[in-house]
C-alpha cells in the first residue's frame, strides 16, 4: 500500500484508491479526519456527535440515518451477509461473487465471536441474515455448526440461506434440519428447464439440483421450523418451456422468487438472448454495447452502502454483496469493534451521498439503482 493512496481510520487502514479528482485526492485527509474526529467525539460524548461533525464541516450535509432522535439514539439497521465459505463447486456465468471465490472456510467460533460485537453494539440492530455470500454454503462441512451458532446468538433475527442444491445428500439434508432454528432454505434453479439452467451454472447441474431440493423437500417435510423456496434467476424462458419435474416441485415449495439477472456492472437487466450465456466474452459484449449506455450511473448511495455488512470468512467487511477487493473493504470484524467498521460503512455511504457517486473509485461504475433504508426498517430500528 502507497503512502500517498491510503490513510488510517482509528485502527484500519483504509484501501487504496479513493477517488482521484484532477490528479489529487479529493478531500481525502479533510473526510477521514472528519470520521476519525467524530468517533471520538461519539465515544466520549454519545450518538450525537457525527451529526454534529458532518453540519461543522457541511452545514448542508443531510444528517446521516445513524443520526440521534429527539428520543436518543438510533441504532442503525444493518442486514448481514456471512459467507461459510469462499469455496463453490460451480462457475456460474451469471454469477455476481465468483470474481472473489477462494480457498476459505469460515470457523464457528469466528463466526460467534463477530456475532456477539454485532449483538452488543448499542450503535446497529441486525435485521436480517443472510448465512451465504460469495460461495456455496454447503462446501464448508461444519456449515450446519455456523447455522447453529447463528441461532443461539441472534435467535430472533430473521434468516435465510441460498444453496445450488447440488451437494443436498439425504445424509446432509438431515444433518442440517436437526439444527431447530426457524429459517428459509432457498435452492438456486435458473431459467427453468435443463438447457438455460445449464447454460448458466454448467452441464448436468439441473438434475443434480432438483434432485437436491427433493431430497430437500422430503426431509423438510412436516418440519415446522424450515420454509424451503426456490430463487429462480429469469432467463426469458417461457413457461411453456419449463421443465415438468421443476413444475411439479415448484407447486410443493413455500416461496417461489423470480428475479431479474444482476448483469456485471451492477445493472439488472434481462438477458437478450439465451445464446448471451454461451461465453463470458458474449456476456461482456452485450453489456458494454447494448445495456450499458443505455444505463446511466445513477448519482445518490445505493440502498446497500452503509446498511449491509458483509462478511467474509478472514473477518473483512465488504460495502456491498458485488463488491471485490479491497477498495470496497470497511473494515475486520475479527480485528476490530463493530462500532468501527458501521463507522466506516457509514461514512462510506455519506461520501457517495453528498459528493456523488462518481467520487468514490469504488462505485463509480456501478448501475445499482439509488435507494434508502426503507421506511418501515428505519421505524423499527
Ligand atoms: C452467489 S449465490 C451463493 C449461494 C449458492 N452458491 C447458490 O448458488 O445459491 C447467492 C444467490 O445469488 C444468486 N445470484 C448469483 N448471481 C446472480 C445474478 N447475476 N443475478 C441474480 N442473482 C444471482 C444465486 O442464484 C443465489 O441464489
Ligand atoms: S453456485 Fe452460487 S456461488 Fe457458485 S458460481 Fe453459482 S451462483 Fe456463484
Redesign the pocket.
Known sequence: MTGAASAVVGRFEVAQGWPLQGGKYFCRHKYFCRQEQAWRMRQAEGRSAMATVQRQFNPEAKPMLHANTAQGAAPSPVWLWLDPTTR?????R?????ES?GKLDLDPADLEQALIKLKDSPALEVKTIHLNW???PLMNNRFHELLAVTRDIMPDVQLQW?T?G?MLTRKRARQLLEVKHRHKIFV?IDGGNALSHDL??GEGTFLRTLRGLEILLEEAAGDEHVKVGVYQIDLGEPIESYDPAFLRLLERVDDHVKVTPLLPGGAHHDVASLSDLESDEKLHQRMMQDVNPKLPVPSGACFWAGHVMCLAPDGKVSICIISHGQHGVIGNLFEESAEQVLERGLAFRDRMETQGRCSVGHCKTCRKPVGQVYAKHRLAA
Open positions: 463453490c463447486n460451480l462457475a456460474c451469471l454469477c455476481y461473487t465468483k471465490h460469495r460461495g456455496e441460498h445450488n447440488t438456486s448458466n451454472r
